[in-house]
């Protein structure tokens, strides 16, 4: 699953997305880069769970 983060802006922030997915699933594969603003999963979460996780942590999301 491919996701844009706007306001995910430096590695403090793609650190925290990061966490903030292996929450949600402790197996999930994440590759931040706030250099484009992309987040790259695998995880066996439904997707609306992703995207209401990372809205509930200040870092709304949407689908590529």
Known sequence: MKLH???MT???CA???SKT????DENAK???DP????VTVETSAAPAEVLKALDAAG???VAK
């Open 5 to 7: 983060v706007e306001n």
């Open 10 to 12: 430096c590695g403090g």
């Open 15 to 17: 650190g925290a997305v």
């Open 21 to 24: 997915l292996t929450r949600l």
């Open 30 to 32: 994440v590759s931040a």
């Open 35 to 38: 250099a484009s603003r992309t």
């Open 59 to 61: 870092f709304p999301a």
